[in-house]
C-alpha cells in the first residue's frame, strides 16, 4: 500500500515550483498562505460570535431560546422512535436498594393519610373529580417491577416497586378524548388528551406527562418500595414511577392527576431542564 | 530553493477545524453534567489517588455549576459533533484518504520506532510520508473513540428506548463510565496532539489551515505530522 512515494499528488502538476521560478514560488506560498489564514481568521470569528449570539439570548424557562428549540426538536423525534413495546430492563430482586431520597419539595407538610385521597380531573364522563383512598388504589389489579431508577444527576439504583400500573388508573376513571367520544384506552390511546398533569397535595411539585409516557406499561402509580409501604421520604402514601423518563418525574405524594388537552407546566422544565426528559 | 506539495484536502481541513470548537464544548458541557455526580477516581479501596475532579479543578475552570445549562448545550452540540465526525469518515472512505490514515501491517513497529525518536532514544529518520505509523494508530484509535462516545453516548441519552444497547455495553452506569473515560481519552490525545504539532513547527501547522507543505528540494528526511 504506502510506499513512501505514494504522498498526494508528489509529480504532478500540483507539484510546483521545480519548474518555476524561486521568486515565483515564494510568491504563491505568501499568496496562498494569506488567504487561507485569512478565511480562517474570518470563520473564527464567525464561531465566536455565534457562541455569544447563543448564550446571550433571552431565557426560556431558564435557558437562551434557542437551545430551548433544540430541546424540543430532539423531543419531537424522541416521541417519533418512542415505542411502548421497548420495555425497561429488569433485575433480578436481590439487587434491589434504597435509592438516595432526593428531591422533598412538595412534602413539606406534615401528610394525614387518613385524610389522604387521589383527586384524578379531566375526565370523558364526568366535570368532577373522581377521588381515591389508598385502599380503593390498592383494589386495582397489583403490578410488581424491578427497575432502574435513573436519577438526572447521573446515579440510578435498582429499586423493586409495587402498586397499580397507571394505565389501570386510566382505564377505571376514564381520560377526556380529543374527538368526544367516550375513551378506550387499550384500543384507541391517540384519541385520549394528550399530557396529564401530576402534582403533590399543596401544588408545590408538579410534573407534566405526554400521554404515551403516562400509559406505558412500566408506568405505575407505588405505594410499596423493596417489600415496605412507601416511606415518607419516598413520597408516601403514593407516588409515580415511571421508567421512560428521568427520576424528577417520578413524583412523589401524589395529590392530583389532571389529564389535559395542553402542555402541563413542570417544576423542572421551569428551571432549566427538558420538559419530556425521556430515557 | 523550495517547492511545496498539497497534503491535507480541504474536506478534511474543514472537519478538522470545526471539530475543535465541536468537542471543546462536548468536554465543557459534558464536565456539567458530570460534576452533578463525579464519582470516578483513580485509585483503590480507600486510596485515592486521583480524584475526578477536586473542587480546585472546577474552581480553576470557573464551570458554572448548572447540570440543566450543560445538558441542553451537550444535546445540542452532539447534533454537530456527530455530523461532523460521520462526514469526516465518509469522505475519507470515498475519496481514499482512509489509506494514509488506516494502520497497517508494518504502522506498529513504525509507532515504535516513532515514539523512540520522539523520546530521543533514537536518531533514525522518521519514515518520509504523509503520516507515519505512530500517527496513524492515533488518528484512526481517535475516530473509533468517536464512534465510541456516540455509541455510549446513546445508551445513557435514552437507555430505554435502546436498552439493548445499554446492555450490550454492561448496563447503565457502565456505559456512563465507558463515556467519562473515552473523553479522558480525548484530552489525552488533544495534550499529545498539540505538543507534537508545536514540535512538529510552522510548516506542518500551516498545512492543516492552508492545505500545502514547503518541502525543501534536497531534504531527505522530513517530519510529517
Known amino acids: 500500500m504506502n510506499t513512501g512515494e505514494d504522498h498526494p499528488s508528489r509529480g504532478s502538476t500540483e507539484s510546483r515550483g521545480a519548474a518555476e521560478p524561486r521568486a515565483e514560488v515564494e510568491r504563491i506560498i505568501r499568496s496562498r498562505t494569506r488567504r487561507s489564514f485569512l478565511v480562517a481568521g474570518v470563520v473564527a470569528a464567525a464561531g465566536v460570535a455565534g457562541w455569544r449570539w447563543l448564550v446571550t439570548r433571552r431565557e426560556d424557562q431558564g435557558i437562551p431560546w434557542p437551545l430551548r428549540r433544540v430541546l424540543e426538536t430532539n423531543e419531537q423525534w424522541a416521541r417519533d422512535y418512542f415505542d411502548a413495546s421497548r420495555l425497561a430492563p429488569t433485575f433480578p430482586v436481590a439487587l434491589a436498594a434504597e435509592p438516595r431520597p432526593n428531591g422533598g419539595i412538595g412534602l413539606e407538610d406534615e401528610l394525614d393519610s387518613g385524610t389522604w385521597r387521589l383527586q384524578v380531573t379531566g375526565l370523558a364522563e364526568s366535570p368532577d373529580p373522581l377521588s381515591f383512598s389508598i385502599d380503593e388504589i390498592r383494589s386495582l389489579p397489583r403490578f410488581e417491577m424491578t427497575t432502574e431508577l435513573q436519577c438526572i444527576e447521573g446515579w440510578s439504583q435498582i429499586v423493586h416497586w409495587a402498586g397499580v400500573r397507571f394505565q389501570d388508573l386510566a382505564i377505571r376513571c376514564g381520560p377526556a378524548t380529543v374527538s368526544g367520544e367516550p375513551p378506550d384506552v387499550r384500543a384507541r390511546p391517540d384519541d385520549l388528551v394528550p399530557y396529564a398533569s401530576v402534582e403533590t397535595p399543596d401544588g408545590e411539585y408538579y410534573v407534566g406527562l405526554d400521554m404515551t409516557s403516562a400509559l406505558h406499561p412500566q408506568t405505575m402509580l407505588c405505594y410499596e418500595m423493596n417489600g415496605q409501604p412507601l416511606s415518607s421520604i419516598h413520597g408516601a402514601p403514593l407516588r409515580l414511577v415511571i421508567p421512560v423518563k428521568y427520576g424528577i418525574k417520578s413524583i412523589k405524594r401524589i395529590g392530583t392527576i389532571r389529564f389535559t388537552h395542553h402542555r402541563p407546566l413542570d417544576y423542572w422544565a421551569e428551571r432549566g431542564y427538558d420538559w419530556y426528559a425521556g430515557l | ?225
Open chain 2, 1 to 225: 530553493m523550495k517547492r511545496f506539495e498539497e497534503k491535507h484536502p480541504l474536506a478534511i481541513r474543514w472537519f478538522h477545524w470545526i471539530n475543535l470548537p465541536v468537542l471543546t464544548m462536548m468536554i465543557w458541557s459534558g464536565l456539567m453534567i458530570y460534576w452533578a455526580n463525579d464519582v470516578y477516581r483513580v485509585g483503590w479501596g480507600d486510596t485515592t489517588v486521583l480524584k475526578f475532579f477536586p473542587q480546585s479543578f472546577y474552581e480553576a475552570l470557573n464551570l458554572p455549576y448548572r447540570l440543566a445549562y450543560g445538558m441542553a448545550l451537550h444535546f445540542f452540540f452532539m447534533w454537530l459533533f456527530a455530523i461532523n465526525g460521520v462526514l469526516y469518515v465518509l469522505y475519507t472512505v470515498f475519496s481514499g484518504e482512509w489509506r494514509y490514515l488506516v494502520p497497517n501491517r508494518r504502522s506498529f513497529s513504525e509507532a515504535i520506532q516513532v515514539l523512540l525518536h520522539d523520546l530521543r532514544l533514537r536518531r533514525t529518520h522518521l519514515p518520509r510520508r504523509k503520516f507515519n505509523g505512530a500517527q496513524q494508530i492515533a488518528y484512526t484509535a481517535v475516530i473509533l473513540m468517536g464512534a465510541g462516545s456516540l455509541l455510549t453516548g446513546i445508551a445513557i441519552y435514552k437507555p430505554t428506548q435502546f436498552a439493548w444497547l445499554c446492555t450490550l455495553l454492561g448496563g447503565y452506569q457502565a456505559a456512563r463510565f465507558e463515556h467519562f473515560w473515552l473523553t479522558i481519552g480525548y484530552v489525552l490525545f488533544i495534550i499529545v496532539h498539540v505538543i507534537q504539532v508545536f514540535r512538529a513547527g510552522w510548516n506542518n501547522f500551516r498545512a492543516m489551515i492552508t492545505g500545502f507543505e514547503v518541502v525543501p528540494m534536497e531534504e531527505t528526511g522530513h517530519e510529517h505530522r
